[in-house]
T-cell receptor, first 114, second 117 residues
Framework: DTAVSQTPKYLVTQMGNDKSIKCEQN?????MYWYKQDSKKFLKIMFS???????INETVPNRFSPKSPDKAHLNLHINSLELGDSAVYFC?????????????FGQGTRLTVV | AQKVTQAQTEISVVEKEDVTLDCVYE???????LFWYKQPPSGELVFLIR??????QNEISGRYSWNFQKSTSSFNFTITASQVVDSAVYFC??????????????FGTGTRLKVLA
């Protein structure tokens, strides 16, 4: 069984479109994250939710809006897509927010904006 | 600010060779946690290990071993008798406080390991 699953795995779309990426975890974790990995493989946090509450909101354009309907799901909606949004987006979860807990990542969603 | 440095961008070895991936970190915290992740060509990120700052014992798991040295702020990863399946990008990470009680992971830039048959 997949612990952290994201859909879709690949997403190709035109500039200006709106798209969503869905994430679900079946680990019973309280905390979920969105990370962005750029073309140079650099991983940077975007958002984190703990029990459906937004706890981390890094400097991300407000075209990106996360939504957590329950603690097992964290979706990412992106409005007015731009070429620079092309990247791999990873969802992750951890037992709780804490320095001593590891995160488990989904398989990533490769977003290509053309 | 906290920082993780993986100076080796890419390493190539021949199968069965041992290889060490370096990780150097900077932190103001007295208690902190370090992690290693593997990203194989298929793209997923796989958790390998978590290590806390007050335990400097080396850890071994099969062909993998980790050497944590607080004095040099390093948390190096060694693969013994490398195999082609070890080919991946390896990331070192550090947990950093975002706000009181909230933490995020700071990743290094990764080291691409190529194991040649």
């Amino acid at each position: 069984d997949t612990a952290v699953s994201q859909t879709p795995k690949y997403l190709v779309t035109q500039m200006g479109n709106d798209k969503s990426i869905k994430c679900e975890q079946n680990l019973g974790h309280d905390t979920m994250y969105w990370y962005k990995q750029d073309s140079k493989k650099f991983l940077k946090i975007m958002f984190s939710y703990n029990n459906k509450e937004l706890i981390i909101n890094e400097t991300v354009p407000n075209r990106f809006s996360p939504k957590s309907p329950d603690k097992a799901h964290l979706n990412l909606h992106i409005n007015s897509l731009e070429l620079g949004d092309s990247a791999v987006y990873f969802c992750a979860s951890s037992r709780r927010t804490g320095k001593n807990t590891e995160a488990f990542f989904g398989q990533g969603t490769r977003l290509t904006v053309v | 600010a906290q920082k993780v440095t993986q100076a080796q961008t890419e390493i190539s070895v021949v199968e069965k060779e041992d290889v060490t991936l370096d990780c150097v970190y900077e932190t103001r915290d007295t208690t902190y946690y370090l992690f290693w992740y593997k990203q194989p060509p298929s793209g997923e990120l796989v958790f390998l290990i978590r290590r806390n700052s007050f335990d400097e014992q080396n850890e071994i798991s099969g062909r993998y071993s980790w050497n944590f040295q607080k004095s040099t702020s390093s948390f190096n990863f060694t693969i013994t008798a490398s195999q082609v399946v070890d080919s991946a990008v390896y990331f070192c990470a550090l947990s950093e406080a975002y706000t009181s009680g909230t933490y995020k992971y700071i990743f290094g830039t990764g080291t691409r390991l190529k194991v040649l048959a």
